[in-house]
C-alpha cells in the first residue's frame, strides 16, 4: 500500500503570506494526487486533482505541483477564510490514502 | 446540482452491526465512470478510506477493513449501502460518502455532510 505523509503538522501564518504544504507517497504515484480543505465540522472540500488541476470555483491563489512522489499545495496570498485543515490523497492505485493532514493557524 | 446526504443510527453497541445509507441526487450511479465511496474520519484524527462501488458493480475495500465492509448500492433509489459488523468504540468516527471524480479518477468532488456514529455501552 502507498503511504502519504504531508509536512508540516501545524503551521502558523499571518493573513498575507504566502505557505507552502508538501506531501511525500511512499512510492510514485505520477500525478495522481489530490488536496482537500476542511474547517471545523464540515466535510473536506476539493481544491486540487491530478496534482495541479484546480477544481472549478477554487480561488487562483491556491495551486499544487509536483510529480513522483513529492508535492506541494501552496497559497500565495493567505485569506483570513483559509485558516483550516489541509489533506492530500493519493489515488494512482487502491488502497487510496490521505495524508495526517496540515493544519493552518492565524499567527 | 450534486448532492450526497448520509443517513443511519448516531449511537450502535459494540459487537453490532452498522449500516449507513448514502441518498444521492443529481447524478447517476449507471453512468459510465461514477463510483460512490465512504471515507471515515475520527473526531480530532484524519481521513480514513473505507470503500466504494463503482457504476459497474466493481468493489474496492481498505484491506485492514475488508473483513468487516460490505458495499451495495441501488440504483433505482440512488442509494448506496455500507455495512460494518462488530463495531467497536474505536470505529467511533464521522462517516461521510462522496461521489468520486470525473473519468472513475479516485478523488472526491462531491461530499455528504457527514453523520457521527459513536459505538458505546
Known amino acids: 500500500d502507498i503511504q502519504m505523509t504531508q509536512s508540516p503538522s501545524t503551521l502558523s501564518a499571518s493573513v498575507g503570506d504566502r505557505v507552502t504544504i508538501t506531501c511525500r507517497a511512499s512510492?510514485?504515484?505520477?500525478?495522481?494526487l489530490a488536496w482537500y480543505q476542511q474547517k471545523p465540522g464540515k466535510a473536506p472540500k476539493l481544491l486540487i486533482y491530478k496534482a495541479s488541476s484546480l477544481e472549478s470555483g477554487v480561488p487562483s491563489r491556491f495551486s499544487g505541483s509536483g510529480s513522483g512522489t513529492e508535492f506541494t499545495l501552496t497559497i500565495s496570498s493567505l485569506q483570513p477564510d483559509d485558516f483550516a485543515t489541509y489533506y492530500c490523497q493519493q489515488y494512482n492505485s487502491y488502497p487510496v490514502d490521505f495524508g495526517q493532514g496540515t493544519k493552518l493557524e492565524i499567527k | 446540482q450534486i448532492t450526497l446526504k448520509e443517513s443511519g443510527p448516531t449511537l450502535v453497541k459494540p459487537t453490532q452491526t452498522l449500516t449507513l445509507t448514502c441518498t444521492f441526487s443529481g447524478f447517476s450511479l449507471s453512468t459510465s465512470g461514477v463510483g460512490v465511496g465512504w471515507i471515515r474520519q475520527p473526531p480530532g484524527k484524519a481521513l480514513e478510506w473505507l470503500a466504494l462501488i463503482y457504476w459497474d458493480d466493481d468493489k474496492r475495500y481498505s484491506p485492514s477493513l475488508k473483513s468487516r465492509l460490505t458495499i451495495t448500492k441501488d440504483t433505482s433509489k440512488n442509494q448506496v449501502v455500507l455495512t460494518m459488523t462488530n463495531m467497536d468504540p474505536v470505529d467511533t468516527a464521522t462517516y461521510y460518502c462522496a461521489r468520486n471524480g470525473r473519468d472513475s479518477s479516485g478523488y472526491y468532488d462531491y461530499w455528504g455532510q457527514g453523520t457521527l456514529v459513536t459505538v458505546s455501552s
Open positions: 512510492q510514485s504515484i505520477s500525478s495522481w
